[in-house]
């Protein structure tokens, strides 16, 4: 799976308006049904906080990926947002979350949806990406850094 292609500059808002994790959940889930690629928004929002409430999806170090499977997906989908404030996820660190990168996936993709959540983690671990993505200007630009960290890792 090239999970590269899934990072585009319309599926990224910055800055979010959303002040809680419910809130920015749901404006990220918005963000894909605005696109066309979530039929269900409010389904959908409920999938992803029932999974939050099991546990954090606050991975630490300003970094939050909120993810559930989607009955009805057509394939992966993904949505980033970086808070106009700091939203606290309950992070593992305690540290409130800076970005937020929404997954959904079809409950057939399981393999698909480790992937890219692997993938991710692996790209925002880096210290310096990680702060190069929080402080692009635009949806652009942090969409760029993002493909470009993909593409000059592998």
């Known amino acids: 799976m090239d999970v590269a292609s899934l ?4 599926i990224i808002r910055t800055p979010l308006r959303a002040q809680t994790r419910i809130t920015a959940i749901r404006e990220l889930v918005e963000v ?3 696109s ?4 269900d928004v409010d389904a959908a929002v409920e999938l992803v906080w029932a999974r939050e ?6 991975i630490g170090e300003g970094l939050a990926v909120p993810h559930a499977r989607v009955p ?8 980033i ?3 106009a404030t700091p939203i606290d996820f309950n992070a593992f660190d305690q540290k409130p979350v800076r970005l937020i990168v929404l997954v959904l996936s079809p409950p ?3 393999a698909d949806h480790i992937q890219v959540l692997g993938w991710l983690s692996r790209r925002l671990a880096d210290r310096v990406t990680r702060l190069s993505v929080y ?15 993909c593409c000059e890792a592998e």
């Open 81 to 83: 947002g970086r808070a």
């Open 7 to 10: 990072i585009k500059a319309d």
């Open 135 to 149: 402080d692009a200007q635009t949806p652009e630009a942090m969409a760029d850094m993002l493909r470009g960290v």
């Open 32 to 34: 894909l049904g605005e």
């Open 36 to 39: 066309g690629a979530v039929s």
């Open 108 to 110: 057939d993709r399981t």
């Open 72 to 79: 009805g997906l057509k394939g992966l989908q993904v949505a």
């Open 53 to 58: 409430q099991e546990r954090t999806t606050g």
